[in-house]
Every structure is written in C-alpha cells, then in structure tokens.
C-alpha cells in the first residue's frame, strides 16, 4: 500500500511527488499525459530563463522519481474508500492508498465523478475546480487536491507550490508535527 498516490504528474502532481517521496513516503505518481503545460512556453517560472512545457514536465517527474516515486501512465477510473484508505482504479491496474492527491488541472470529472464537492472556477476558461480547504484537503477525508484543479492560477509557478504546499500539508499530518525540508548547501572541504 502507498502512502500517498497522487493523481496527475503535471507542476503541482510532479512537486507533491518530490516532496512526499523525498520524505520517505511510499508515494505512486499516475499520469495520464494530458496535462496543459505540455502546450506551454515558459519564460515566467522563476529561476528558469525558459523552458518549453514538455521539458518542464519531464524534469519535474524525473525529480519526483529521483527520490523514490514511483511513476506509472494510467488514467484514473475511479477512486473508492476501503477499510484502510482508498482503493484507486486505472484502465489496467488497481492500487491501494492511504492519502490521494487530485493534481488533475483543468480536468474535474474525476473529482465529480467520486463525489468531491467543486465549486465554479474563477481563472479565464476554468469552470469547475475541486473546493478545498487552504490546506488543500477536499469534501472527503483522505483526498486532497492541489494546483488548477483545486482553483489556484494555472501559472506553472504557482501550481508548482501548490503542489508542494498540499503535499507538506499531507506529511505533516501523517507524521503528527509540521515537517519542514529545508536543504542547505553542503561545506567545501
């Protein structure tokens, strides 16, 4: 069973990914491919002069990766609650996990379809977005939602830090105290 299955490999999917895995949290990243950013150019993402959205994409899973995600192509079904957190179904495969993040971006039927409450959109073109609170955590205990799909701006940044802002959230609460993952450059001998 994983700890933490999170929905979407786009910004706010990948970076969730990075920071639970890199906590040492069994974390299963499922990626449909559909994601936006595929289609962008970026020269707004800070501390990036530019990048294409495909290559974005690629280096953010590769980080998730990097530190123990464990990334699989799918799209998700459904998503069902068991005895011991949730039960979540692809075309072809069936996985078990205690928390699920919903990093769908600007595609909510998922969401709707396992009963997650959503609100209307407030971005140009956004019309529906998972209600959540500012944590991230949604109408159902165990699904959080982070990035476009939980109504943020759909700039990759932000989505980006959504993500990692849900998936601190996400360990902290597993943990039982606030968990902080501040790296420092190491010393030169």
Known sequence: MYEVVIIGAGPAGASAALFTAKAGKKTLLIDSDQSMT?????ENHYG????TGPELVEIGQKQAVKFGA???QGKVQNVAKTDEGFSIETEGAQYAGKHVIV?????TDLAQHIGLQTREGTEPRIKTVIDTTPEGKTSMEGIWAAGTAAGVS???IITAGDGAKVAINVISEINGA??????VMKKES
């Open 38 to 42: 595929k289609r962008a150019w970026l």
């Open 48 to 51: 990036i002069m530019e990048i």
């Open 70 to 72: 464990e990334l699989v």
């Open 103 to 107: 990093a769908t971006g600007v595609l």
């Open 154 to 156: 759909v700039h990759t």
């Open 178 to 183: 606030r968990y902080v993952d501040h790296d």
